[in-house]
């Protein structure tokens, strides 16, 4: 199937800006290096997402940590989430895998409403770790599960929607999208 709109960066930039901007005073910025939430302040009026080289993926995943991120953590650089670079022993990857659950149930929605290939990132080339791991893997399908079954946050049902709208108008999500063999 051919998206209504392209897969790039210009596209989603356009996408999210129009959908959020006025109401969340949120903008969506194509980044140069690596990916960062910057709250509004005394020379920026809106809080920007700032995603990584520009890449489709990076965009949907920084879209999906702001739509988990409350209100109070929207106010911080980053959301006040810990982060521990590339090269993270076991224990720090089990850690990172808990609170990265729901931000790439997320992503893995918003890619199926893209029609884009959704992939998993353990983020951690350089660690103790081989990839994301089959628990990580069926917690975040257990949790995609939860969403389409109960309701999606606001702001990620409003980002879906118009992801659907954009690329894949009239096929509405069904949990049959989703499963760890079709990865």
Request: net charge negative; aromatic share 14%.
């Amino acid at each position: 199937m051919q998206p209504f709109m392209q897969q790039n960066a210009e596209t989603i930039v356009s996408l999210f800006n129009q959908t959020f901007m006025d109401t969340y005073k949120t903008e969506l910025v194509r980044g140069k290096g690596e990916p960062l939430y910057l709250p509004a302040d005394e020379n920026h009026p809106h809080h920007r997402i700032i995603f990584a080289h520009g890449f489709f993926a990076s965009a949907l995943h920084e879209i999906s940590h702001w739509c988990v991120a409350g209100m109070e953590r929207r106010l911080l650089e980053d959301f006040g989430y810990w982060y521990q670079p590339d090269g993270r022993t076991a224990e720090q990857q089990t850690e990172f895998e808990k609170v990265e659950v729901k931000p790439q149930a997320l992503e893995w929605i918003f890619s199926r409403s893209a029609g884009f290939k959704f992939h998993f990132s353990a983020d951690n080339l350089n660690g103790d770790c081989d990839g994301p791991t089959p628990e990580f893997q069926q917690a975040v399908l257990r949790q995609i599960q939860s969403y389409l079954k109960n309701g999606l946050p606001t702001r990620a049902q409003c980002w879906s929607d118009g992801l659907i709208k954009a690329y894949r108008p009239d096929k509405p999500l069904q949990i049959s999208e989703f499963s760890l063999k079709d990865l």
